[in-house]
Structures are given as structure tokens and as C-alpha cells.
């Protein structure tokens, strides 16, 4: 699952609701997951505002069921949101998506 090389998508939803450092942070922490844990098939990731010291920074958990894994970052960004997303693994390729649109 989540080879290395394989072709990786967004949609629309993704595109307009997270900008790409975003992104680029979620996809790393698959990368990182996959030095630790077998992948499973759907990587979950709820993204919401936290405040540290009145500075405002995205908190990022990374779930996924089995084998069972958790991992939680604070990134600072300029606009912090609210969301889950998906990334599904197909074998063939990967497909980031928001949860509103599974």
C-alpha cells in the first residue's frame, strides 16, 4: 500500500480547501507511517485549529485502523481549518480526498 512512485490524485475539494503545504505535509506523513506500520488501505487525518501561547497552529492526527496507529503534529500555517481527510489506497494509485466527499 502507498508504494513509493505510485500516481497520486486530489479532488476538487482538497485542491480548494487545503493549500498544497498542507498537502505536502499529509502525503510526508504517510511516508513516515510507512517506516513504522504496515499501511492500511485508508489513512484518516482530522485537521483542526489549536492555540499555543495565542498563536494559532494545525493540529494534524493521523489515524488508520489496522494494524492500529496514531501520530499528532502542530504545524503553523497562516489559515488553520477544520476538516477530515481521506487517502485511499487502491494499489494502482492514491486519491486524497475530504471526508464530505467519501
Known sequence: MF???QD???TK???YSLDSKLQIILWQMIEEARKEVALDYLQIFKLSKYSKNG????RIIH???QPEYERTIYV???KCINEKVYVIDDKTHSTMLLASEY
Open 63 to 65: 489515524t488508520q485502523e
Open 3 to 5: 508504494d513509493i512512485g
Open 13 to 15: 475539494g482538497i485542491k
Open 55 to 58: 498563536r494559532g497552529l494545525q
Open 8 to 10: 497520486r490524485y486530489i
Open 76 to 78: 503553523p500555517v497562516e
